[in-house]
Structure formats: C-alpha cells, structure tokens
C-alpha cells in the first residue's frame, strides 16, 4: 500500500494559477455587492477560489511526498522484519521528495527512527527554488501519530511564515488514513483556518475537506503507478463577504504520473450562479494543463490553464 502524492486539492486544483489571476486582479475594484453578481463576475470569483484550492495542494503534495518516504525508510511494516533490522535507524532518503523540491531545502526528522510521535520539517529558508520551477520560502511542519499509511493514523501540517511564488499559506491540514485492510487504501484531507494572500495584499480564508481513495497501483512499490479518486467540498470566503462553494460533481482522477488532475468535474455555487469546472478538457483522460470553465447553460466558457 503507498501514499497519494497530489499535485493540487480538488485536488487536488490540485500550484498557484497565477496564470489566470491578472484577470481577477483586474476586475476588483469592479466586482459588485455578492447579491448582483454578473455571469462574468462569478467566473471570476469561480477562478479565484480555484486558485484557493490550488494553494493548499501544492503543500498537500508536498507534504504526502513526505510521508510516504518516512514511512517506507522507518515505520511502516517493521513487523515484518528482523529483530536486528527493528533494532536499526531507518534514515529517509526523501529522493521523490528532492526531485520536486530540489536540493536547497533541509528535511528534519525528529526523532529519526521507527519510534511515534515524530516531527519532519522541511526548512525551505529565505528562497529555494525547487526543480518543479516553484520558489518557495519558510518551513512546512509534520506531525506524525503513526506511518501515514497505517490505518488510523493522523498527520497534522502546519506553516511557519510559508510561501510558495511569493504567495503567503497560513492554517493547518489534517491528514487521517481510514483505509479498510486489506486493499481499501483511503484517506480523509481536511484545511482548517486557511488563508490565502497574494503579494498585492489580496486574498481570502479557506476551509475544506476531501476524501481520497486509491483506485490503482496498490500492489506494487512503483509511486508512479499510483492513481487516486478524489471527492469533498471546500469554501471560499472573499474579504467582501462572497462566499464560493465548491462540490464534487464527478470524481477527480490523479495519476501520479500525471501533474494534472485529468478527469472529473465540480460544481461551483456562487449565491444563485453555478459553474462548472471540468478537467477532462480537452482530452477527456488524457495527461494535459487544461480545464475548462462553464456557465450559463454551457453558453459561457473560459479555458483554465492549470501550472
């Protein structure tokens, strides 16, 4: 059994779409009162609250990485092994993790061995910029009840003065495993008192919650192989008061081996405007940086280009 490693929550949206926010960054001032909102306005809003769910995924991803490293190097299936092999350090490598992150951040373990409770923090300094292209700064805290993938066990992620492209994460993440042995692999993904804010002084809070079930790869060591189907809804809460709630209407498909989520919808409700973002455009499966956003019926559509 292994972990999932999500590149964006709902996730999944799953990386900062900075790519898209000029045009949010663009209407502000022009956005009306959350009881008048145009069709355009609540695309807009729809794109933003996106972005929320992409901030906090970008650390998910991150943070499972972690976890999956730790419990293969020290906790999970020691009893299976030798009483001299239980008796050893297990030190984590944190390859998959560094081929993300790159080489610049240092990875604590503490205490670094198979014992529980333990802490991982991974200290990205004042700038460090990772292989995926991401400059990141401050420190994401791990907090282990037990290996991740032992059923029952809780992972609590906080920051520490973190960033990622410039853009300030704040609030905690719960990750709890509530797999069923022998081959159902499940766990839940909570954000509590999350905020979100841009280097213009722009931003929101965010709270969440998904469930994510592995769907393929459970009988093999290869991370790669790994695909996980992924449900929840989340809630965006602008400084004007508009709030952004976002469900799952189709399962989201991520493959490991894909950066993107590459299947699946949601269903976004901004007070009586619903939108949907679908991430099978345009290739309905297939590996691609593209979702599509619509509203009115369908009459209405924005290309979302996903990092």
Not at 84 to 111: H, M, N
């Amino acid at each position: 059994m292994k972990t999932i490693t999500l590149n964006r929550m709902m996730i999944a949206v799953f990386a900062i779409l900075l790519s898209i926010f000029f045009v949010s960054c663009q209407k502000e001032s022009s956005l009306t009162e959350p009881t008048t909102l145009t069709e355009e306005e609540a695309a807009t809003y729809s794109e933003e609250s996106t972005q929320a769910e992409a901030s906090f995924d970008d650390a998910e991803d991150i943070g499972f990485t972690a976890a999956e490293e730790e419990g293969n190097a020290g906790g999970f299936g020691l009893e299976g092994r030798s009483a001299s092999e239980q008796g050893r350090i297990f030190l984590p490598a944190f390859a998959e993790l560094r081929g993300r992150i790159g080489d610049c951040a240092t990875i604590t373990v503490t205490p670094n061995d198979s014992t529980y409770p333990k802490t991982v923090t991974i200290d990205f300094g004042d700038s460090c910029r990772g292989r995926d292209g991401k400059v990141r700064s401050g420190k994401i805290v791990l907090h282990f009840t037990g290996p991740i993938r032992r059923p029952g066990s809780v992972v609590t992620m906080t920051f520490v003065n973190y960033y990622v492209n410039r853009v300030h994460i704040e609030g905690t993440k719960i990750f709890k495993n509530l797999s069923e042995p022998p081959m159902l692999h499940k766990w839940s993904v909570e954000v509590l008192d999350g905020k979100v804010t841009f280097p213009n002084g722009r931003g929101y809070t965010y709270d969440g919650i998904k469930t994510v079930k592995q769907i393929a790869g459970m009988l093999t060591n290869v991370v790669r192989d790994d695909v996980y189907q992924i449900t929840g809804r989340s809630k965006t809460v602008f400084r004007n008061g508009t709030t952004v709630n976002i469900n799952t209407e189709d399962p989201l498909i991520k493959k490991v081996a894909c950066h993107w989520i590459s299947e699946g919808t949601l269903k976004i409700k901004i007070n009586s405007r619903i939108l949907f973002l679908d991430f099978g455009f345009p290739n309905n499966g297939g590996c691609d940086n593209k979702a599509l956003l619509t509203w009115n019926n369908g009459n209405n559509q924005r290309i979302i280009i996903l990092p």
